[in-house]
């Protein structure tokens, strides 16, 4: 195997050393979400921590990871759709969905399984073929449908008793990221969409 090509001058960049993943999932969990073409991701306390900041002039606030951000557009890339339903609707939640490029964002759903199901008549998908992330009751009926249900940290019992997997960090800080690694290793896109970034920052080198 030939060696690395070495720079000629101090202003071009070395050849990059690799980098192997280091992310384990469970066997069992990347089986369940092998065929997963979409996921459905909750705000409040998936996205978010869960807390709600309202001002005097009935603005709220929202607090949103960069880590999950990446996360979203890399499972876009790899070819699962991000699906957001939420309860509530607020500009900040519709801005960030904006700058993410999440097409298919629905807000103000009160009824979450009715509005996965029309989701996933538009997209032409079954619910094998489907992963959702969620916190509390509300998302009980798509996780104990999917193929593939996981939790934040900080979810209710309840809701972490019928997840899959439960993340290691609490939503807004990092459990969505999480999520998408899961169903990004287990689409096999994973090591790759990792070592394009070696080259671009965006690592459309993938």
């Not at 070395?14 to 991701?41: C, M, Y």
């Not at 309202?54 to 951000?69: M, N, W």
């Not at 990446?70 to 309860?87: N, Q, Y």
């Not at 009926?141 to 972490?160: G, S």
Request: proline share 7%; charged share 20%.
């Amino acid at each position: 195997m030939s060696a690395a090509p070495t720079p000629t001058h101090p202003l071009v960049a070395p050849w990059p050393r690799p980098v192997a993943p280091v992310l384990n999932f469970a066997p069992e969990l990347l089986l369940a979400a092998q065929g997963v073409r979409a996921a459905i991701f909750d705000v409040d306390g998936c996205l978010t921590d869960g807390r709600i900041y309202i001002g005097e002039h009935g603005e709220s606030v929202k607090a949103f990871s960069t880590l999950d951000g990446h996360g979203i557009k890399l499972l876009a890339r790899a070819g699962i759709e991000p699906v957001v339903i939420t309860g509530r609707d607020t500009p900040a939640v519709r801005r960030r969905c904006a700058d993410l490029g999440i097409v298919h964002a629905f807000h103000g759903i009160h009824d979450k399984l009715a509005e996965a199901e029309r989701v996933l008549a538009l997209l032409g998908l079954g619910w094998h073929e489907l992963a959702v992330i969620g916190d509390d009751w509300p998302d009980l009926p798509l996780m104990v449908r999917c193929a593939l249900a996981c939790a934040p940290a900080q979810a209710h019992a309840e809701v972490r008793a019928a997840a899959h997997h439960v993340t290691s960090v609490p939503g807004g800080q990092g459990a969505a990221r999480e999520f998408c690694d899961l169903l990004l290793c287990a689409s096999g896109r994973y090591a790759a969409l990792l070592a394009g970034h070696l080259a671009t920052l965006d690592g459309t080198a993938a």
